[in-house]
């Protein structure tokens, strides 16, 4: 019989495999990318159409606890735009959720007693690398603030003493020397108690206000407290390495260590006018100038625009508070642009439509082109802002909330259930249009929370410019 000769073309069988792969891969793409597709934002309509947002540009970012992917969305004249960013570094996932600027306020030993608090310390426990937990009974504290700022350098201020009560204890943690352990974490402590009034002992007198100035930071004072009068300060704080040079000033039972009573960095007087009973906020503005808001002892709301010397170069007074009682806090709104700032502003008075401000301001060349405060009407405070490329109407983006503590509901925290939008126009009043961006949740196939942690764990921040703590705007 004749034997037929087969012949081997590898050329053949490559291209099978090779049209077969890349079938695959526009197949693992298409699925990829409809999956991404199906947990994207999208835009619900409640009041009026869509086009009522052009002019309005706001982007944000949303995430989920516990990984690093993000989803980036732009709502851009009334279109979403998204993209995915798979396995994002975990510097970029950290901003937006945690601050760029805290302050912390402490209670320690004084100098005075050290020795007397050394003499009555025992030694309550011990850990596996060799340290030693100590307690020790404190008639009088002494109260301190630590700045960390965004650059990574920190401040420390003496805010004076203080009688902690009876029975009360400090505690502290000897380590060996063979465990490195930073400088401001190695002397006693009290965690405090409730004597004091946050009038007499506000948790941060910079009322959390803190802004890019020249080639370092600034923050703003808000009230004649400590022997500074309100207004913008020049922050100088020292870096970690410098807080770990510095000579060790007292003695931790055994051990020498830099006292947590001691006050370091300092904090420059950079424009402080003399009619504020109370400085709000300091924003770091186009051109080098900077904004800071105010309020003077009449109740007038005022805006001053500052030059790198630190004088003044526009102001404007923008509102009178009506029975205002002498409580307020403003918040600078996410942003895009140096050349505009939206301030949240609350005054505690008993008139509740007075409460609740939005104040708008633009500024070019070292003068305002807007400046105007507005009643929020709506009795809350939105979670960004932003104006329309005309300057005659804001949008006000805000998280929306779902709690349930009993049976099987939803526990939805901000954010999670969509973002609520509204555009009013800033002559009028008017509400020109609502809606929601929908995040996606409503479309999870497992909805419930106590049978799957998978649809209350989204998070939402909205972009900012990087001197305000954003990731490089």
Known sequence: MKRTQKHFRPLVGLGVLAAAGLALFGGLTLWLH??????????????????????????????????????????????????????????QVKDGRTPAYVVNRNYTVTPEDRDAVNGAATVTGSGSD????????????????????????????????????????????LFPPSVYVYALNTDYSWPGGDMETETAWPYDPTGGSCFALGAGYGVCWTRDYLGRAPGLYRAHGLTPDAIDALPRDGVLCD??????????????????????????????????STLLLYRTAEGTLCADLVNAAGTRTDHRELA???????????????????GEAILSFYAQSANPSARFWLVMLQAENGHFTLARAVGNQD?????????????????LAE???????????????????????????????????????????????????????????????????????????
């Open 255 to 288: 051990q020498e260590v830099l006292c947590a009573s001691t006050e370091f960095g300092t904090l420059e007087p950079f424009y402080c006018p003399a009619d504020a009973e109370a400085a709000l906020a300091g924003v770091s503005m186009a051109d080098g």
């Open 320 to 338: 009178t508070l009506e029975d205002w009682t002498g409580d307020d806090t403003a918040t600078l709104m996410p942003r895009t642009t140096d």
């Open 379 to 395: 009795f809350s405070t939105p979670d960004a802002a932003v104006l329309n490329e005309s300057g005659d109407k804001i949008l």
């Open 399 to 473: 998280g929306q909330y779902l709690r349930s503590t009993g049976g099987s509901s939803l526990i939805i925290a901000s954010s999670q259930n969509g973002v609520q939008l509204r555009v009013y126009e800033l002559d009028t009043g008017h509400m020109t249009y609502m809606g929601r961006i929908l995040t996606g949740s409503e479309r999870d196939w497992a909805r419930v929370h106590q049978v799957r942690n998978l649809h209350a764990d989204r998070w939402i921040t909205f972009d900012t410019l990087q001197k305000d703590g954003g990731s490089g705007l």
């Open 130 to 173: 060799g340290s030693r937990t100590i307690s020790a009974p404190v008639d009088r504290v002494l109260r301190t603030y630590t700045l960390y700022l965004p650059d990574n350098t920190v401040i420390r201020l003496a805010a004076g003493e203080t009688d902690p009560g009876d029975s009360a204890t400090a505690y502290a943690t």
């Open 34 to 91: 409809s999956g991404w597709q199906a947990i994207a934002p999208t835009l619900y309509n409640e009041i009026a159409d869509a086009d009522q947002l052009e002019g309005f540009t706001l982007s944000a970012q949303m995430g989920w606890y516990n990984h690093n992917d993000l989803l980036h969305f732009t709502l851009r004249d009334g279109r979403l735009e998204a993209d995915l960013q798979p396995d994002a570094p975990a510097s």
